[in-house]
């Protein structure tokens, strides 16, 4: 009886813990898929877009949608701030807002050039905020982005990010770097970041379900990937195209494999191309910096229809001519970018390692000067000595 | 007993009967001398072997009293006569199934042993069948069940202490121990407790059980029960004491700790490695069994974010439209199971397979059909409901859906949060019980990594120490 006292005593206070209220059911959720935000520079209204999942439309029950319902459902409000927006929604959201499972944030070009800030902090501040998601950039007007169906993937936000997950490991295109805690971590050590720019293909959207999956053509108004937006400061400052998007991801330790044609002592060649060791070291050299990148790189002939080399002298002169192209790329990339005063390959946060450098203070950084070294190796030479 | 003025044996059946307020299986048989005497022979017809009454008691005093030679049935068949209270004493004989003979010539009453109740066969106990390994259990004889246990350790150390227990019952109790195994300690505790006893009736193990056990407010059984001679053998040859029960097939073992329960004397009739990965199982099967309902209800109401996105999606569009909030859902379909499990152990045996089938799938595919559980927690309730019955021992299994249901609640109210804090009274709990002196969580509680080979696997008995009992029970041997 006593014992049974005790753990009354010990069960009662339970009852009065936050528990009972904040349960929500299941259907009583709107589950929360991808978030668009933009800003209108004018006026300054916030606009947030948000995608809801419509469980009805059998996207995972039975596999491929039901024609006739929506997968996602599209929800447009403003406000004078992101805060009020969880106020407004309600105006036209019958349940709960549950962003906890959101897969893709996206944010208007425009918004990216004002300024990110706001957006992230408004992330960071609320308790279940997740900060884990990819962050894309709008390269079309966002409400039409939005509101575009996407084939095979119904849902945008899985399509989105599994082509991320996609392009990160068979490229050099998207870094892993891009979600929204890599943003802030980078913008507080002052490094610049390179965020995914996506965009429409065809600006006639589908704005039904049905149409979509009932159209053949998947390249038709649908989302793709193109470039990337250079965030300095939380600002987009400017642009890499993908060519640029490969040196980038190469020389800060992109491990995708990323399959592409060179023209090596007159010649082309497929090859697909894989970062196996990089290093960066710091010598204080001739009163400056000099920071050397060493990069090992392995090439795989697995594509190389072109031509194959047939004599060891031949493989040699090929990894020479490609450690040379690599090199000469990186460098242009580090010369391009370093003009427009944007430290892509992060030299600082290298040259900083070095004891001396760090006693020459900040204005020694700016003189420092990138080596870049390239092993190249090829490999699976043994699959066709002659193409056909 | 001879008497010159009284002589209570002459009207011995009339005072017999009155006690037992004429009984219907009061059976008087005569036999007439040619000396005109009678002898008088008279039982409960329902306790007693008449085929020895007949071919032995009956023929010899025939054969005394005409042609055979004098008191050959004194000589051939054994009994005792009473003394003092000849009425009283008759009368427990004739309860206890002894055969009364009066002997009017020689001015004598003899209680001749004739005791056999009806009893069924030795047969494979239901609750605990097992594939390889002897398939007897026990009956409600308690001597035959003596027998059975007698036939596996066939050494004299052997020790039955017979008791008798309840007012009115007058149940015969056995304490069985191995004398060279068990501690003594634990022999005077089991002994006190059950001499301790005070009650009118003992009708099954249970009700002796309820007297010994360490703890009374506790979901967890800290005795062991089981059907099976083959068990309290093993248990016997651990050290342990066994307690049988007169009329009922059930016998209680002691000390069992909590991770004995995990374990099944299959466990040691198959390989070991097989017998290793069953035993994964049922710790696996008792997390299920106890916790899906409730981390199912806290998950889906209070930590959504947990789920993983296309799940959480699947089981929301399951969701749409069911009226009831899950745990309602939940309890009310946990009830509804236990309602069909026990309408099944009631039901005939024919009619209780099509009464579970229709229970458990028609009802329950009707249910989601109609909207009014999701399938999710059809799945959830089977799964509960499977697990439950992998544990070998019933009374277990019982604790199970008392924990389920305890943490259904407070996963409603609380989430994962009442999930904690009931784990963590239940580990607190767990830890302050005792079965017979030993601690419940022992090995784990106190710590002894040594015996975790035996919890968590099943040695091959080539790499297992011959006479090594389990160490409290060498504990228990050392403290005098």
């Known amino acids: 009886m006593q014992a049974l006292r005790k753990l009354m005593i010990a069960v009662l206070p339970a009852v009065v813990l936050a528990g009972c209220w904040d349960k929500a059911e299941m259907n009583e959720l709107a589950l929360v898929s991808m978030v668009g935000a933009d800003s209108d520079p004018e006026t300054g209204r916030k606009m947030v877009y948000y995608q809801m999942i419509n469980p009805l439309s059998g996207i995972s029950v039975q596999g491929a949608p039901s024609g006739d319902q929506a997968p996602v459902y599209t929800y447009e409000t403003s406000g004078r701030s992101f805060g009020e927006i969880h106020t407004t929604i309600y105006k ?21 050039k004002e300024g990110l800030l706001d957006l992230v902090n408004m992330i960071e501040i609320q308790s279940n905020g997740r900060t884990s998601v990819p962050l894309l950039i709008a390269g079309s007007p966002l409400a039409q982005l939005m ?106 330790g992109g491990r995708g494999r990323h399959i592409k044609q060179f023209q090596v002592n007159g010649k082309s060649v497929t090859l697909e191309m894989r970062l196996k060791r990089m290093k960066r070291s710091t010598e204080w050299r001739e009163d400056r910096p000099v920071v050397t990148l060493d990069l090992e790189i392995e090439f795989l ?11 060891y002298e031949e493989m040699k002169r090929l990894e020479n001519g490609l450690a040379q192209i690599v090199e000469d790329e990186i460098t242009s990339f580090y010369n391009k970018t370093k003009a427009k005063g944007w430290d892509l390959l992060r030299i600082r946060q290298a040259a900083e390692q070095n004891r001396k450098v760090r006693r020459h203070g900040a204005d020694a950084l700016k003189s420092a000067e990138l080596k870049v070294n390239v092993k190249s190796r090829i490999a699976h030479t043994a699959n066709l000595s002659q193409p056909y | 007993m ?133 398939h007897e259990g026990f009956t409600e004889n308690i001597l035959a069940n003596v027998g059975l246990i007698r036939k596996r350790i066939r050494n004299p150390n052997l020790r039955f202490e017979k008791m008798t227990i309840g007012k009115q019952s007058h149940t015969t109790v056995l304490l069985a121990y191995m004398e060279n195994l068990a501690p003594e300690l634990l022999v005077q505790e089991a002994r006190r407790r059950l001499t301790a006893i005070r009650t009118d009736s ?37 050290g342990k004491v066994a307690i049988l029960v007169d009329g009922t097939p059930s016998a209680l073992v002691a000390p069992v700790t909590f991770f004995e329960f995990f374990t099944s004397p299959e466990d040691y009739y198959q390989r070991a490695d097989i017998a290793t990965f069953i035993r994964w199982i049922r710790m696996i099967s008792f997390v299920l069994a106890v916790f899906v309902p409730s981390i199912y209800v806290a998950a889906t109401t209070f930590h959504q974010e947990l789920i993983p996105t296309q799940l959480l999606i699947s089981l929301s569009a399951q969701r749409e439209g069911v009226p009831l909030p899950s745990l309602v859902e939940v309890l009310v379909m ?101 079965t017979f002196g030993v601690p419940y969580l022992t090995p784990v509680v106190p710590l002894r990594l040594s015996e975790w080979k035996d919890v968590l696997i099943r040695v091959p008995r080539p790499a297992m120490k011959i006479g090594r009992l389990p160490s409290y029970i060498e504990y228990l041997k050392k403290r005098k």
């Open chain 1, 147 to 252: 509101k575009t169906f996407t084939p095979l993937e119904s849902v945008p936000a899985d399509s989105v990010s599994s082509r991320l997950d996609m392009l990160e490991r068979n490229s050099l295109l998207v870094d892993k770097n891009i979600r929204v805690n890599n943003l802030i971590e980078r913008m507080e050590r002052s490094e610049p970041i390179v965020m995914p720019i996506v965009k429409l293909i065809s600006a006639d959207s589908m704005t039904k379900s049905s149409d979509r999956i009932s159209y053949i053509d998947a390249n038709r108004s649908n989302l793709t990937s193109d470039g990337g937006a250079v965030i300095v400061n939380y600002r987009m400052v400017g642009k890499l195209d993908d060519e640029e998007l490969v040196w980038y991801n190469l020389a800060n």
């Open chain 2, 334 to 434: 946990e009830v509804l199971f236990e309602i069909i499990r026990e309408a099944g152990l009631r039901m005939p045996r024919a009619v209780g397979q099509a009464l579970s089938i229709v229970g458990a799938i028609v009802l329950g595919q009707a249910a989601v059909e109609a909207g009014l559980t999701s399938a999710a927690i059809v799945i959830v309730v089977s799964i509960t409901g499977i697990a439950n019955f992998v544990v070998p021992t019933y009374s277990f299994g019982i604790t199970q859906r008392l924990l389920r249901f305890t943490f259904v609640f407070l996963a409603g109210f609380m989430g994962l949060f009442g999930i904690l804090c009931g784990l963590l009274f239940m580990v607190a709990h767990l830890v302050s019980l005792k």
């Open chain 1, 92 to 112: 036209l959201l019958p349940r709960k807002l549950f962003v906890s499972q959101y897969r893709a944030l996206i944010v208007s070009e425009k918004m990216a």
């Open chain 1, 301 to 311: 002939t697995n594509f190389a229809t072109e031509n194959m080399p047939k004599t």
């Open chain 2, 2 to 134: 001879r008497g010159a003025d009284h002589q209570p044996w002459k009207d011995l059946y009339e005072d017999v009967r009155k006690a037992l307020g004429s009984p219907t299986d009061l059976v008087l048989r005569r036999v007439t001398l040619r000396g005109g005497q009678t002898i008088q022979c008279f039982y409960l017809e329902s306790m007693v072997d008449k085929q020895t009454i007949g071919e032995y008691v009956l023929r010899k005093i025939d054969d005394e009293h005409g042609v055979a030679e004098k008191d050959a049935f004194v000589r051939e068949i054994p009994f005792s006569v009473p003394h003092d209270d000849m009425v009283n004493q008759t009368v427990t004989a004739i309860i206890h199934g002894q055969c009364v003979v009066v002997d009017h010539l020689r001015e004598r009453v003899c209680l001749v042993d004739v005791f056999e109740p009806a009893s069924r066969p030795v047969e494979e106990p239901k609750a605990e069948a097992i594939i390889r390994g002897p």
């Open chain 2, 202 to 238: 003992i009708l099954d193990s249970t009700y002796v059980e309820e007297f010994i056990q360490d703890k009374t407010l506790t979901p967890f059984p800290t005795l062991g029960n089981t059907e099976r001679p083959d068990v309290v053998s093993a248990q016997l040859l651990d």
